[in-house]
Structures are given as C-alpha cells and as structure tokens.
C-alpha cells in the first residue's frame, strides 16, 4: 500500500478510536480516576525527606502511570470485538501493520493524556520537582510512553481476541513492560536531579532502544495475533 | 483469448477447528455475474464457508482466489469484496453516517460523504443518518449493514443470512437491492434458507453436507427441492 494511503487511513482508524471514547466515555475517565487515586495514595504515603522521595518518585509515577493505562490499553481492542466491528475493519483493504500503528497511535495519546495530568499532580501533591527540567522530562515520558503503549497494544489485541483471556492484559504485560519502567523511573529519577551525565543517556537509550524493539515486534507478530 | 478468470475459485479448501473438520477439500467455482446461493443444516459451516471466501479466515489447507487474486495475498485485494455478516458491523458510537463515512474512507473511496447520502437515501434512512445503531430498529441496522458491504461498490458480494431482522419492507427492499446488482453483473454468494427468496435471487443452489459442497443444480430446475428440507 502506497504510503499517503496507509497514513490516511492510519489517521482515520485514530479519529474512529477518538471519536468513539470521546462520547462513549469508557476507558480513559476510568484511567484517568485510577490514576489520580494512585497517586493521591502514593503522594500520601511519601512521608519522606525531600531526597528520599526525588529518589522514590519516579518509580511511583511510572507505576500510577502503567497501572492507570492498563485501563485504556484493555479497551483499545476490546470495544473493536463489539457488533463484529474487528471483522469489518480486517475486511478493508488496509494492512494489519496500519492498523497496528493506529492502535499504538490511540493508545499513545491515551497514555499523554494520563501523563499530563499525573506528573503536574504528583509535582503539587508531593512536591517533588518532577518538571524542574522539563525537555528531560518530556523526552522520557515520550520514550516510556511508546514502549508501554507498543507491548500493551500487542497484548491487548492478543487478550481481546480469546473469551478465556480477556481480562489476562495486565498479567501479560507486567512482565514484559517491567524493564521498560525500570528504565524510565531511572531516567525520570536522574532528570529531577539535573544529572544527564553518561547514565542518563544509558537508561534514556534504554528505554528508546525498548520503545524501538517493542513496536517492531508489535509490527512484525500483530498479523498472527489477530489471526482467529 | 484466455477464459476470464472466475469471481470465485476454491482449490482444495479445508478448515479444522482443533480436530473437528468444518471444510473438507472444497473445489468450487463461481463465474463473474453469478448469483449462487449456499445452504445446509444449522452447524454444516456455510459461515465459515463465507469467512474463508472473504479472507477473514485462514483455511487449514487449500486457496480463495477472486477473480485471479489470492485472497490471502495484498490486502488492496479486499476491495473486491464486500460482505453481510451476522452482525451489522456499525460502530455503536458512530452516526450510521460517520459509519460509512469511515468505511468509505477505508476503501479508498472518492467522495465519501456524498457516497454515505447517497446510499441512506437510496435505503430511506436518509432521515435517520445522525442517528447511532443503538438507537435504532435491528431492521434499519440490518439495512445500514447492506450499505456498509455497497459502500465501495464490490463486484463480490458475500451475503450471511441477509434477511434476517428485515421486516417484510425491508425484505423486499434488500430483495429489489440485490436484483439490480444481479443486473449489474455483480457476483453474489448467499447463505439462505428461504426458498422463495432463492428462487428469485439465484441462479445456482449449493448445498454443504459433511463438509462438502453439493451442487444441487439451478434454479429453474428441481434443484430447490431439498433447500427447505436442508435448512
């Protein structure tokens, strides 16, 4: 498939995804809830000195964030299994690599949203500085964005496709997503504390090299997931 | 000149689910044009005869082709095929609009918003194109399904029990539908079990037993004599 077409229709598939949870409301306010209890929760419990809890927090947000976004990563194939809707969009000339890059797409989105309400939290509640380097910042919740989205839309589409797995995402995922946070917890630790020396750019290489591998894999199997 | 190739070619098709063999060894063909019409016991696998003729699923051994193209093969393929499953396929929270608008889209489709009007109007659910499926009858679901599978205008079209939740309007308004694709030179293949319905719409009646495809011959002939009896 020509390229234009294939991001067209990439872009329509994402504007199907956003369109539907805009007005049915499933999946992201319940991400979104989870996520803000999470880290009411943690932010609660950090009854720390200020550098034990730089050193603590970022594990805790990525754990909010990857327990939160499990939600929407559950939903993006799930309400696709409604009415036959799966079939119909397998039966349109676009190819499963399409629609796989379009999931991802929603799911990344879906994740942004999460982060961009969790990290400003967690920063108020706890007073962590989380966004004292911002670009940083922002450049590893991207990296650990797409990693966690890229397994999880794999997963998920694997879920949704069996009755007896359907609820099994988070147990398919945990293991194969626990490097990645590991890798952003660290990155996310090291920016608080302004120190992009060399093993900032290791854990931030890590968690790109991740997010690279995961989306290929996504790519590379998601024909055989979907697969009846 | 070389005969033109068939809309429909089966070559040895088997499907198996784990040990229990649905299709067995199916050699069959459908010439471009041709309305045939599939029908047998409840459990025979004549939906899963359809979703391996549409691709959607991968048989165990054996090939789909239409019209010369391998059904498993480029994905741009599908474009000659559309179908009418057992559910509507609709989003639940699209308008039946924005559903064909996003299946034109996917089809590569010209105008695909003048191509949805145009196919409410023609099944008169122009006055309920901002509507979304739950809000609707199963029959106007059932109608917008048709004109999910004629949005890009397939020359073959797999149809599953089409009529059913059609109210009797609804049955004549699909039945007129896929008359004048017949007359079209569209290629049809149904699953049906109302021999009326068959008599009039095919030209051809199959029949699967044991997972095997028997013909029983055309339309005109005796060949409905054991349809009603098999469904």
Same mark, same amino acid.
């Given at each position: 498939?020509?390229?234009?077409?294939?991001?067209?229709?990439?872009?329509?598939?994402?504007?199907?995804?956003?369109?539907?949870?805009?007005?049915?409301?499933?999946?992201?306010?319940?991400?979104?809830?989870?996520?803000?209890?999470?880290?009411?929760?943690?932010?609660?419990?950090?009854?720390?000195?200020?550098?034990?809890?730089?050193?603590?927090?970022?594990?805790?947000?990525?754990?909010?964030?990857?327990?939160?976004?499990?939600?929407?990563?559950?939903?993006?194939?799930?309400?696709?299994?409604?009415?036959?809707?799966?079939?119909?969009?397998?039966?349109?000339?676009?190819?499963?690599?399409?629609?796989?890059?379009?999931?991802?797409?929603?799911?990344?989105?879906?994740?942004?949203?999460?982060?961009?309400?969790?990290?400003?939290?967690?920063?108020?509640?706890?007073?962590?500085?989380?966004?004292?380097?911002?670009?940083?910042?922002?450049?590893?919740?991207?990296?650990?964005?797409?990693?966690?989205?890229?397994?999880?839309?794999?997963?998920?589409?694997?879920?949704?496709?069996?009755?007896?797995?359907?609820?099994?995402?988070?147990?398919?995922?945990?293991?194969?997503?626990?490097?990645?946070?590991?890798?952003?917890?660290?990155?996310?630790?090291?920016?608080?504390?302004?120190?992009?020396?060399?093993?900032?750019?290791?854990?931030?290489?890590?968690?790109?090299?991740?997010?690279?591998?995961?989306?290929?894999?996504?790519?590379?199997?998601?024909?055989?997931?979907?697969?009846? | 000149?070389?005969?033109?190739?068939?809309?429909?070619?089966?070559?040895?098709?088997?499907?198996?689910?784990?040990?229990?063999?649905?299709?067995?060894?199916?050699?069959?063909?459908?010439?471009?044009?041709?309305?045939?019409?599939?029908?047998?016991?409840?459990?025979?696998?004549?939906?899963?005869?359809?979703?391996?003729?549409?691709?959607?699923?991968?048989?165990?051994?054996? !090939?789909? %082709?239409?019209?010369?193209?391998?059904?498993? /093969?480029?994905?741009? #393929?599908? &474009? $000659?095929?559309?179908?009418? @499953?057992?559910?509507?396929?609709?989003?639940?929270?699209?308008?039946?609009?924005?559903?064909?608008?996003?299946?034109?889209?996917?089809?590569?489709?010209?105008?695909?918003?003048?191509?949805?009007?145009?196919?409410?109007?023609?099944?008169?659910?122009?006055?309920?194109?901002?509507?979304?499926?739950?809000?609707?009858?199963?029959?106007?679901?059932?109608?917008?399904?048709?004109?999910?599978?004629?949005?890009?205008?397939?020359?073959?079209?797999?149809?599953? !029990?089409? %009529?059913?939740?059609?109210?009797?309007?609804? /049955?004549?308004?699909? #039945?007129? &539908? $896929?008359?004048?694709?017949? @007359?079209?030179?569209?290629?049809?293949?149904?699953?049906?079990?109302?021999?009326?319905?068959?008599?009039?719409?095919?030209?051809?009646?199959?029949?699967?037993?044991?997972?095997?495809?028997?013909?029983?011959?055309?339309?005109?002939?005796?060949?409905?004599?054991?349809?009603?009896?098999?469904?």
């Amino acid at each position: 498939m020509a390229f234009p077409h294939m991001t067209a229709r990439l872009w329509w598939i994402l504007w199907k995804d956003l369109v539907s949870e805009c007005r049915s409301r499933r999946a992201w306010p319940a991400m979104l809830l989870l996520g803000i209890v999470v880290a009411f929760t943690f932010a609660g419990q950090m009854d720390l000195p200020p550098d034990e809890q730089k050193r603590v927090a970022g594990g805790l947000v990525w754990l909010a964030i990857f327990l939160a976004g499990m939600l929407a990563l559950e939903r993006s194939f799930a309400s696709e299994r409604e009415n036959g809707c799966w079939q119909g969009l397998r039966l349109c000339p676009v190819s499963s690599h399409a629609i796989y890059l379009a999931k991802l797409a929603v799911n990344v989105v879906a994740l942004a949203a999460l982060e961009g309400v969790l990290i400003p939290l967690f920063v108020v509640l706890s007073g962590v500085p989380l966004l004292a380097h911002p670009a940083a910042m922002l450049l590893v919740a991207a990296l650990g964005n797409v990693a966690l989205a890229a397994a999880g839309t794999l997963l998920g589409a694997l879920a949704a496709g069996s009755r007896n797995t359907a609820h099994l995402l988070p147990l398919l995922l945990l293991p194969m997503a626990v490097p990645a946070v590991l890798a952003a917890a660290e990155a996310t630790r090291l920016a608080m504390d302004g120190q992009f020396g060399t093993p900032w750019w290791q854990w931030t290489e890590l968690l790109a090299a991740f997010a690279v591998l995961f989306t290929t894999i996504g790519i590379m199997l998601f024909d055989f997931v979907i697969e009846e | 000149m070389a005969d033109p190739a068939p809309a429909i070619l089966v070559r040895r098709l088997s499907k198996s689910f784990g040990r229990r063999a649905v299709l067995r060894h199916i050699d069959w063909q459908v010439a471009e044009g041709q309305a045939v019409v599939v029908t047998g016991a409840n459990g025979s696998g004549k939906t899963t005869l359809l979703a391996c003729l549409a691709s959607l699923l991968r048989p165990t051994s054996g !090939e789909v %082709f239409w019209f010369g193209h391998p059904a498993a /093969g480029d994905p741009a #393929a599908r &474009r $000659l095929v559309g179908m009418v @499953a057992h559910d509507h396929r609709l989003y639940p929270h699209l308008t039946l609009q924005e559903n064909l608008i996003f299946a034109a889209r996917m089809y590569g489709v010209a105008w695909p918003r003048r191509r949805a009007e145009q196919l409410l109007e023609s099944a008169g659910l122009g006055p309920h194109a901002h509507r979304t499926p739950p809000t609707l009858s199963q029959g106007m679901r059932q109608r917008a399904a048709v004109l999910r599978a004629l949005v890009h205008d397939p020359p073959i079209l797999l149809l599953d !029990e089409p %009529f059913a939740g059609l109210d009797a309007d609804g /049955g004549e308004w699909l #039945a007129g &539908r $896929l008359q004048e694709l017949r @007359a079209l030179g569209r290629t049809l293949c149904l699953v049906l079990h109302d021999e009326a319905k068959a008599r009039r719409l095919a030209d051809a009646v199959v029949q699967l037993r044991d997972g095997r495809l028997e013909s029983r011959g055309t339309v005109s002939g005796p060949c409905l004599a054991g349809l009603a009896r098999a469904a």
